[in-house]
């Protein structure tokens, strides 16, 4: 098996031994680097001091050894100050040829003719040509001319042969020139000399950037003009160079020295980087050390992951023991790392733990009164577990059921063998068939099933239900039902038509009530009403509550009829129904009775009409139409409300009957059981376009529970004894709806109740307004 990322799987020994190596190798490679990262720098430093010391080494003893030869042209100078001019060739060609390093020696007038040639071998004919040759144009000359010392050319043409050598030239006291060809091997070999084994490549540059000789054999000497590299341009403006330059495709450590009795440059330059042997050699050094290390560790890191692997691998084999089966009382393996024995202690708690729990769930699955058994669906869907009631129910002994196929052991057929695997494949199983207990009887059983993935495995958990009593019951219950359905039906469509004939009723009377709350609006139906309106609700609630009671008992009956019908319950049926029949048609006569006696009663239904008044007028108006009523008792009506000045465009009978039901409540409701009272109507502006109206009583008041809902229709608390509950709905719609305005109430109880109306002065032609400020 192998990880993502194609690493693979390793074992712990092999973690264990890389890790090791990682770890070592990891470290070896931060000390190399810290090493190197410390004495790379100083190796660069130590080489740049130590080049610059060799440099200025080499340049001291090239001037050292080319100072002889500059000498030798001072004294041939001072020589040729003694000797007559005819006698000048001859000094000149002895100088050449006792083993001089000169090759030629010239004596330049001042004007810049030869007059006088030394020559290796003094050919008559060769000094002819030269003498009197014009050299006033060279270099060496005019340089020399223009100094008191010596001057160096190392790409001098030479006069004599045309190639290029060395040229030094002196001026002696005459103002002519002493100009001396010597041989560039001499150069070369006296800086070779002069650099020694030093490890620094050594150019000599002239003025004009040419390398007139190098310590590698001449390797460099007329291959390329440096004049135009930065390194030469710094050397000729005096700066000082950068140590690191870039040239021939490499970098390399440069160092200079300028000689002024030459005129030249000596640059030294060693390779940076790898390519600078000590460096190399550092790297080198420790490349080695992290391979011996790493290789000493190849041979340390098994051995000691083998050691501390060993214990967690007798720990996997008895972890694998275990979860085969195995039970041991032994304790687990244990070694020298407290991890490892840390775990091994868990394991075995958990061990234990697993093996306890495996055996009480085998016991609860034994322990289960319905038979239940698991097969494996991959191997033919033989038996693995039976519990004790499958055992006892199918008559077959576990030990001879387990690994056998239920078509072996003779269960069910072939047939039926395929349904049930049909069934398994969707996961769910409920199938009902017959199934061949052990003694050759035939179990009617409902098998309910499910199929379950564990541990790789696909397993099928399945359990019988025997159903053969149920089925009897419930082919008794079938007989029994044919013979009720016949009354049942009948007695149902009794019922539907009492019902039919209850609803009816019901909508009469809810018409009935629509009709009461209209004529509400005539003082004289007040009374009649009320009695009418408490008269009904007893019969009217009974009425609903038998035929709420005989649905109740036909649903119950129904459901009996689905589960399984008995003869106490189609009793209780007949018995329900015939209460009800009886409680809702003694009901029914009764309302009935009060309806026809409500509907004798005709009164005139005056219509409401829109018109401008004054707000006090109605008010007097309407309280000396009900003083007749207060003439006998002792309550008294107190108004004060302005004659004039509260002009209103509005219904002034809806106002009125809103008053006077206020009024009839305050004596009704407030007054009741009490020897005085005072009524006290109040009336006065508010905002523009706005009057109040308050009509205050010194009764009882309201209780709290029931001034939330003191606007709603039928609410009182003298039904049957003078209320109707209709009478504070009635003013509340019409100051509401009517008239546009606002009704309110605020009492507490003990000491009376305020209501008050906040009006427009111009009621509304269609929809009400909302009076501000209204609570």
């Given at each position: 098996?192998?990880?993502?990322g ?16 990682v ?6 490679c931060?000390?190399g ?16 001091a ?25 004294l ?6 003694t000797t ?38 003094g050919?008559?004919?060769?000094r ?7 050299l ?12 008191a ?11 004599l ?23 560039l091997?001499?150069l ?9 084994a ?8 002239d ?11 001449g390797?460099?000497v ?14 000729l403006?005096?700066?000082?160079i950068d ?9 390399f ?6 000689s002024?009795a ?27 050390s992290?391979a ?38 032994q304790?687990?393996p244990?070694?020298?790392?407290a ?10 708690e958990?061990?234990?733990?697993l ?24 191997n ?5 577990y039976?519990?004790?009631?499958w ?12 690994g ?9 057929s ?10 398994a ?34 397993w099928?958990i399945w ?66 009403v009320?009695?009418v ?7 009217l ?14 649903r119950?009956?129904q459901?009996?009829?689905q589960?399984g ?12 129904v015939?209460?009800?029949v ?6 029914l ?15 005139d239904?005056?219509?409401?009409q ?9 008010v ?9 009523s207060?003439?006998r ?6 108004v004060?409300?302005p ?16 008053v006077g039901?206020?009024?009839?409540n305050?004596?009704?409701h ?14 006065g ?12 009583d ?12 003191i606007?709603e229709?039928?609410m ?14 009635i003013s509340?719609n ?16 003990g ?25």
């Open positions: 098996m192998r990880a993502a194609g690493w693979g799987v390793w074992s712990l020994r092999s973690h264990l031994s890389a890790l090791l190596l770890s070592m190798l990891l470290m070896l931060v000390v680097s810290t090493v190197l990262a410390y004495r790379i720098p100083r190796i660069e430093r130590e080489a740049q130590s080049l610059q010391r060799e440099v200025a080494e080499t340049g001291a003893r090239v001037e050292l050894l080319l100072s002889a030869q500059q000498e030798r042209l001072a041939l100078a001072a020589l040729l100050d007559p001019a005819s006698r000048a060739d001859a000094v000149l060609d002895k100088a050449v040829r006792h083993g001089d390093p000169m090759r030629a020696v010239y004596w330049v007038s001042p004007q810049g003719r030869i007059v006088a040639a030394g020559l290796p071998d050919g008559p004919a060769r002819a040509s030269l003498l009197g040759s014009d006033s144009a060279n270099g060496l000359f005019r340089a020399a001319s223009a100094g010392g010596a001057a160096w050319s190392g790409r001098y043409q030479s006069v042969a045309g190639d290029v050598l060395a040229g030094v030239a002196r001026r002696d006291r005459r103002g002519g020139v002493l100009i001396a060809e010597v041989p091997d001499l070369l070999q006296t800086v070779e000399v002069a650099a020694g030093g490890a620094a490549s050594v150019w000599v540059v003025r004009n950037g040419e390398i007139i000789a190098d310590t590698d054999d390797r460099d007329g291959k390329f003009n440096i004049r135009s590299w930065p390194l030469m341009q710094a050397l403006r005096g700066r000082e140590g690191r330059q870039h040239f021939q495709g490499a970098d450590r440069v160092a200079s020295v300028h002024a030459l005129d030249w440059y000596f640059v030294g330059h060693v390779p940076l980087g790898l390519a600078n042997p000590e460096v190399r050699g550092m790297v080198l050094a420790v490349l080695a992290i011996g290390c790493l290789a000493i560790g190849l041979l340390i890191a098994p051995a000691w992951a083998r050691t501390m692997a060993r214990p967690l691998q007798g720990i996997v084999a008895r972890a694998a023991q275990t979860m085969g089966g195995a039970a041991s009382v304790a687990w244990r070694g020298r790392v991890e490892f024995n840390h775990l091994s202690d868990k394991l075995t958990m061990a234990q733990a093996h306890e729990r495996e055996q009480r769930f085998s016991d609860i699955f034994n322990a289960s009164p319905v038979p239940m058994a698991v097969s494996d669906l991959r033919a869907s033989r038996l693995l039976a519990n004790d009631a055992c006892s129910t199918l008559m077959h002994r576990r030990e001879d059921a387990l056998r196929t239920g078509l072996e052991l003779g269960l069910f072939e047939a039926q063998r395929d349904a049930l695997r049909r069934q494949q969707h996961g769910d199983m409920k199938i009902e068939f017959a199934m061949r207990r052990g003694d050759g009887a035939l179990l009617q059983t409902q098998t309910f099933g499910r199929r379950v993935a564990v541990g790789g495995e696909d099928l359990a019988n239900v025997d159903i053969g009593p149920l089925r009897r019951v419930e082919q008794a219950q079938r007989e029994l039902n044919q013979q009720l359905e016949a009354r049942v039906r009948q007695r149902t469509d009794a019922l539907a038509a009492a019902h039919d004939a209850l609803s009816a009723t019901v909508a009469q009377l809810r018409a009935a009530q629509d009709e009461l709350v209209r004529s509400e609006k005539m003082a004289a139906l007040g009374q009649l009320a009695g309106a408490h008269e009904l609700n007893t019969p609630g009974n009425g609903v509550m038998a035929v709420s009671a005989m649905a109740d008992a036909t119950r009956f459901s009996a009829m589960a019908l008995k003869r106490t319950d189609l009793r209780a049926l007949v018995d329900g015939q209460q009800g009886d409680i809702a048609g003694r009901n006569h009764r309302a009935a009775d009060l309806v026809h006696s409500f509907k004798q009663v005709a009164v239904q005056t219509s409401a829109r018109r401008r008044f004054a707000l006090g007028e109605v007097h108006e309407m309280v000396v139409s009900l003083q007749p207060f003439a008792k002792p309550w008294r009506i107190d004060d409300v004659a004039t000045g509260l002009q209103m465009d509005s219904y002034p009978g809806a106002l009125g009957q809103a039901n206020l009024i009839q305050a004596v009704l407030g007054f009741d059981g009490r020897a005085h009272g005072t009524v006290r109507i109040t009336a502006p508010a905002q523009e376009g706005w009057v109040w109206l308050r009509v205050a010194d009764g009882r008041g309201i209780a709290a529970e029931h001034i939330g809902r606007f229709p039928f009182t608390t003298r039904m049957g004894r003078g209320g109707t509950g209709l009478g504070l709905h509340y019409a100051v509401v709806d009517l008239l546009g305005g606002t009704l309110t109430v605020h009492s507490t109880e000491q009376g109740a305020t209501f008050e109306m906040r009006l427009p002065r111009l009621a509304p032609l269609t929809a009400p307004a909302v009076a501000p400020g209204a609570a």
